[in-house]
């Protein structure tokens, strides 16, 4: 197997003047969900296209299940589903008529397949409804089993909960988990449904402004959000001094506004309110929290030294 199933080395793409990706270096390992974040504009739709070459790159390199060159990538990309902006549904096509339709055109056979998919994506009563009629979630099903004709090692998804309802998003990430685990099949979604993708992704790659951050882990992420408490006390210069003497192995930070933040505990809440009180001093707040991804995105993004 190889160490890569995507590579983009120093890929930039143009649009004219405009700048959509710069010198993007990313790399995503088989197996794992990774999840592309970045605001409307910060070139993830962008990123994808050119995977799927739908677009051309203006400079750097992309390379597939560890393939370069235009034969072989167009040889690995019949291992790739995409989802990007969804395909053109024939409205008064049923759902099992517009699934043939796809499975003819990409020329692969057996009908078998058709069934299999509605059922995997649980849109097997709906197999003679028109699409014109289906909802939002059902499209998005159907747009998935369209990707999934083929029995892809790679998905790409752009937005797929977008619209979707609360339980929608919900059933949604329970199938790209059972696509990854139970199918091995590695996904590169993007979103900017950070809490959803919180819980889906096992990789995380932040564009801003077309430029790569940082790639990160679920564990890195993590570690770097653990629990922390914020503490805010009456003299922040004495407190300080306090926690150096008495907590020495503490990791804490003096935030602008005065706070002190300590993250990664190995003290119980109590040690620190005690340790003001015995000393004269009197805690103002003192509240446990952990940081999301949100919070992490947003601080990596306005220039943060990338701590939540």
Known sequence: MKDF?????????KYGSVLALD?????????CIYGLIGDNGAGK?????????HIFPTAGEIRLFGQSGEKALRRCRRQMGVMIEGPGFFPNMTVEQTLEYYRIQKGIPGREKVTELLTLLDIQEKRRERCKRLSLGQKQRLSLAIALLG??????????????????????RALLHR???EKNITILLSSHILPELQQTATVFGFLSKG????????????????????????DTEKYAALLTKHFPQEHWRVLPDGTIQVRGSHQPPESYS?????NGLCILRLERRAASLEDYYMNLKNGGTQVC
């Open 45 to 53: 739709s962008t990123f994808l296209k050119l995977l799927a070459k």
């Open 179 to 181: 696509l990854n685990q």
């Open 151 to 172: 029995e892809p090692s790679l998905l790409i998804l752009d937005e797929p909960i977008n619209g979707l309802d609360p339980s929608g998003i919900v059933e949604f």
């Open 211 to 234: 430029k790569l951050l940082e790639q990160i882990s679920a564990q890195e992420l993590n570690e770097k959000c653990a629990d922390r408490l914020d503490i805010a006390v009456e």
């Open 23 to 31: 010198r993007v270096t990313l790399h995503v390992k088989p197996g």
């Open 274 to 278: 005690r340790l003001a009180m015995d």
């Open 5 to 13: 199933i995507i590579e983009a080395n120093q890929v930039s793409k």
